[in-house]
């Protein structure tokens, strides 16, 4: 299959939507990385997918949608989650909630869970996309499973360690600017829990909630996402993470005072290191040598960042 390059303007979203519309898959940009569409109604489409990335099938899908509203016809929201929902959406937030019966979704969006995943999507493309196919869109980040997620259009496109060749198109708007995933908060006997640290910090849902979430990274008895498998992210090339200085032979990527031959952020910003996280392990990744990576602090975003740095180093 010949993966096209779309423009996100008004003829390549109306030839987005109508693949859609076929059933086939295109990535769309979202403001954290780069997401494989396909309709959420539609089966064949959901289980391509999962084939296109080579992904286990047990791993439940995100539902994108345009806004609370469609999102409220899908699944059932309380008092908390409308709150999570009309402070942080459209944005990087990713809610689990109760499926509604008859919402027509197919079944293994949800991996047969009475949940759903369910993200209202910030980025103009995706947005425009959305309103124009009328539909929910399932869409994980649009990398094969297992490998670094993607925040550029050439990232998805490439042959070997993206996509190109097994996916329709990809609707090119440059890259992303979270850089990380959607923060997914979820709830377990009543309790809000963080079942994957992502672009809003944990802090930012304790405020609007006035209240702590469990957090699965510190605490083991915390549930996590089924999604959650512990070597992900991962690079071709080892990786070694809190370190201070390249040993011989090493590509050292800096953070803050720790300078490498590149730098997540040079000023230590965290929001820059995770627009730049994906994009540099990507460039890492294409060196061939074994990576080093400066230590990052876990506060704020930096929770989301050590998430994938340690997924990205844990063992294969
Ligand atoms: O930022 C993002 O969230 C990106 C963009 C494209 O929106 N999407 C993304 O999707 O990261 P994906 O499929 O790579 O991650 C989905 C995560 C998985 O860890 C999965 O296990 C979890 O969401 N998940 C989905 N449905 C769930 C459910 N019903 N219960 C618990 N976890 C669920
Ligand atoms: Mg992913």
Same mark, same amino acid.
């Given at each position: 299959?010949?993966?096209?390059?779309?423009?996100p303007d008004d003829a390549?979203?109306?030839?987005?939507?109508?693949?859609?519309?076929?059933?086939?898959?295109?990535?769309?940009?979202?403001?954290?990385?780069?997401?494989?569409?396909?309709?959420?109604?539609?089966?064949?489409?959901?289980?391509?997918?999962?084939?296109?990335?080579?992904?286990?099938?047990?791993?439940?899908?995100?539902?994108?949608?345009?806004?609370?509203?469609?999102?409220?016809?899908?699944?059932?929201?309380?008092?908390?989650?409308?709150?999570?929902?009309?402070?942080?959406?459209?944005?990087?937030?990713?809610?689990?909630?109760?499926?509604?019966?008859?919402?027509?979704?197919?079944?293994?969006?949800?991996?047969?869970?009475?949940?759903?995943?369910?993200?209202?999507?910030?980025?103009?493309?995706?947005?425009?996309?959305?309103?124009?196919?009328?539909?929910?869109?399932?869409?994980?980040?649009?990398?094969?499973?297992?490998?670094?997620?993607?925040?550029?259009? &050439?990232?998805?496109?490439? *042959? @070997? +360690? $993206? /996509? %190109?060749?097994? =996916?329709?198109?990809? #609707?090119?708007?440059?890259?992303? !600017?979270?850089?990380?995933?959607?923060?997914?908060?979820?709830?377990?006997?009543?309790?809000?829990?963080?079942?994957?640290?992502?672009?809003?910090?944990?802090?930012?849902?304790?405020?609007?909630?006035?209240?702590?979430?469990?957090?699965?990274?510190?605490?083991?008895?915390?549930?996590?996402?089924?999604?959650?498998?512990?070597?992900?992210?991962?690079?071709?090339?080892?990786?070694?993470?809190?370190?201070?200085?390249?040993?011989?032979?090493?590509?050292?990527?800096?953070?803050?005072?720790?300078?490498?031959?590149?730098?997540?952020?040079?000023?230590?910003?965290?929001?820059?290191?995770?627009?730049?996280?994906?994009?540099?392990?990507?460039r890492a990744d294409q060196?061939?040598?074994?990576? &080093?990576?400066?230590?990052? *602090? @876990? +506060? $704020? /975003? %930096?929770?989301? =960042?050590?998430?994938? #740095?340690?997924?990205?180093?844990? !063992?294969?």
């Amino acid at each position: 299959m010949h993966t096209r390059l779309i423009s996100p303007d008004d003829a390549g979203l109306a030839q987005a939507s109508e693949l859609l519309a076929q059933g086939q898959l295109v990535a769309v940009p979202t403001e954290t990385v780069y997401g494989l569409a396909g309709d959420a109604r539609n089966a064949a489409a959901v289980a391509g997918i999962y084939q296109a990335k080579g992904r286990p099938s047990f791993n439940p899908l995100i539902v994108h949608l345009p806004d609370l509203a469609a999102a409220e016809r899908i699944a059932t929201f309380d008092a908390p989650a409308r709150l999570l929902a009309q402070r942080f959406w459209p944005g990087a937030l990713t809610l689990v909630l109760p499926l509604r019966q008859g919402a027509g979704i197919a079944s293994l969006v949800t991996a047969g869970l009475a949940t759903v995943a369910i993200r209202i999507p910030s980025h103009p493309v995706a947005q425009a996309l959305l309103r124009r196919f009328g539909g929910p869109l399932a869409a994980p980040s649009a990398n094969p499973s297992g490998r670094i997620s993607p925040t550029a259009a &050439a990232h998805v496109a490439d *042959p @070997e +360690t $993206g /996509l %190109g060749g097994r =996916i329709a198109a990809v #609707l090119d708007a440059g890259s992303c !600017p979270v850089g990380v995933e959607s923060t997914i908060i979820g709830w377990v006997h009543g309790q809000p829990a963080v079942l994957r640290p992502g672009g809003i910090a944990t802090e930012a849902v304790e405020a609007v909630l006035g209240q702590p979430v469990l957090r699965p990274e510190i605490d083991p008895d915390a549930p996590s996402a089924p999604g959650q498998l512990t070597s992900h992210y991962a690079p071709r090339a080892a990786v070694r993470l809190d370190a201070l200085r390249a040993e011989p032979g090493e590509l050292l990527i800096g953070f803050g005072a720790v300078a490498g031959e590149m730098s997540l952020s040079a000023q230590g910003d965290l929001a820059e290191a995770a627009a730049n996280l994906f994009d540099l392990l990507h460039r890492a990744d294409q060196a061939g040598r074994p990576i &080093a990576i400066a230590p990052v *602090p @876990e +506060t $704020g /975003l %930096g929770a989301a =960042i050590n998430d994938r #740095l340690r997924r990205a180093a844990a !063992p294969r």
